[in-house]
């Protein structure tokens, strides 16, 4: 079976600029969640979606937001973009608890 | 909110050795997770265990909920088990599937 997928992998825009990064779950799990790992840290919660609701959000502003498609995939978009974005975005999946994470997107804003 | 702590920070070893990394955890869980991180940022499952006791060939872990602590071992060491090991939990009242995660654990295996 496939594994969580994302894209871009890597991805450099200016400051100010929009970005969107895709994930695509588990096949069978309806829940998706978002992480931002900035370097030297442990990954932060942006959002999670479950059946397309929002089931909770983390401490980011309203800059970043997401949805999640009838077939389970998600998006995630930032509007202007600060230097402070730059970090590798992690998507999960889970079809319960246990949560498994996609090889991510390094977003680089100069 | 509840805070995850892990030790140590760094770890060295010999290919060949054991060592034992800690997490504790400042309130209940309903979910606990050990994610290995390799060199390329992917996040690999170790374990899922809120509590109890689970082993996977040179990994072993144990959750001990009540005093709040989980343990991974790694027995055997190689140095492909190098790189940052993460525990992550989802406290008790969320029904968010917020995950937070610990600083981490590097872990550098010498041949």
């Known amino acids: ?110 | 909110g509840i805070q995850v702590e892990q030790s140590p920070p760094d770890l060295i070893l010999q290919e060949g050795a054991n060592s034992t990394l800690r997490c504790n955890f400042s309130d209940s869980v309903n979910n606990l997770q050990w994610f290995h991180q390799n060199p390329w940022g992917q996040l690999i499952n170790l374990f899922y265990i809120p509590s109890g006791t689970k082993q996977n060939g040179r990994l072993s872990a144990t959750t001990v909920a009540t005093e709040r602590y989980s343990l991974l071992y790694i027995s055997s060491s190689q140095t492909t088990d190098s790189g940052v090991y993460f525990c992550a939990v989802e406290q008790w009242s969320s029904n968010t599937g917020k995950l937070i995660f610990g600083q981490g654990t590097t872990l550098q295996v010498k041949p």
């Open chain 1, 1 to 110: 079976d496939a594994g969580v997928t994302q894209s871009p992998t890597h991805l450099i825009k200016t400051r100010g600029q929009h970005v969107t990064l895709r994930c695509s779950p588990i096949s069978g799990h309806k829940s998706v969640s978002w992480y931002q790992q900035v370097l030297g840290q442990g990954p932060q919660f942006i959002f999670q979606y479950y059946e397309k609701e929002e089931r909770g959000r983390g401490n980011f502003p309203d800059r970043f937001s997401a949805r999640q498609f009838p077939n389970y995939s998600s998006e995630l978009n930032v509007n202007a973009l600060l230097l402070g974005d730059s970090a590798l975005y992690l998507c999960a999946s889970s079809i319960q608890d246990e949560q498994y994470f996609g090889p991510g997107t390094r977003l680089t804003v100069t």
